[in-house]
T-cell receptor
Framework: GAVVSQHPSWVICKSGTSVKIECRSL??????MFWYRQFPKQSLMLMAT?????????EQGVEKDKFLINHASLTLSTLTVTSAHPEDSSFYIC???????????????FGPGTRLTVL | QKEVEQDPGPLSVPEGAIVSLNCTYS??????FMWYRQYSRKGPELLMY????GNKEDGRFTAQVDKSSKYISLFIRDSQPSDSATYLC????????FGTGTRLLVSP
């Protein structure tokens, strides 16, 4: 099966600091990765789409200078929350879309999520 | 109008019941439809994936798509307490659009 990992699974930081979250596709290559955030009892909100080797595409209302995305390889994308504030506290989830093979090219597989708490 | 509408629930059923979860969508061009299961504080897990109209069965789960009415359903037979989770429907093209999720509670 398709496995996506995220690290760390949870993080607590002070206001004003930056936090980096890693997303890895473990057993497949992902040309596209997506970053979502989810508030309690709400659905996933797409923040940005990340393609390997190119700049991320951000959804309307998402500050690209605050949420830095780097898709350095076909198996790794990182999200850095810069100068985090308490309102950035949320559940951040990445997903990876396969680039072919035995899995559908249109199927996204999700990581386990990272819970960020900013004090 | 939201692209995908889903009743947030919660939906409470006794163990062994048949569960019906539903979503409606607005864009008739959507072809791919997914159901994800999300346990509390975990990432979504792909449960079912269907293309165009029709039914797809996998064990106790059946996904149904009716493109004429833009209606998608997930049926769970012989529901178990371990099925208690939030179920998210999703569709789209390059980007997935999710419903709000329906919280299902199966009591022993």
């Amino acid at each position: 099966g398709a496995v996506v990992s995220q690290h760390p699974s949870w993080v607590i930081c002070k206001s004003g600091t930056s936090v980096k979250i890693e997303c890895r596709s473990l057993d497949f290559q992902a040309t596209t990765m997506f970053w979502y955030r989810q508030f309690p009892k709400q659905s996933l909100m797409l923040m940005a789409t990340s393609n390997e080797g190119s700049k991320a595409t951000y959804e309307q209302g998402v500050e690209k200078d605050k949420f830095l995305i780097n898709h350095a390889s076909l198996t790794l994308s990182t999200l850095t929350v810069t100068s985090a504030h308490p309102e950035d506290s949320s559940f951040y989830i990445c997903s990876a879309r396969t680039s072919g093979g035995s899995l559908s090219t249109d199927t996204q597989y999700f990581g386990p999520g990272t819970r960020l708490t900013v004090l | 109008q939201k692209e995908v509408e889903q009743d947030p629930g919660p939906l409470s059923v006794p163990e062994g019941a048949i569960v019906s979860l539903n979503c409606t969508y607005s864009n008739s061009a959507f072809q791919y439809f997914m159901w994800y299961r999300q346990y509390s504080r975990k990432g979504p897990e792909l449960l079912m994936y269907t293309y165009s109209s029709g039914n797809k069965e996998d064990g106790r789960f059946t996904a149904q798509v009716d493109k004429s009415s833009k209606y998608i359903s997930l049926f769970i037979r012989d529901s178990q307490p371990s099925d208690s989770a939030t179920y998210l429907c999703a569709t789209g093209f390059q980007k997935l659009v999710f419903g709000t999720g329906t919280r299902l509670l199966v009591s022993p």
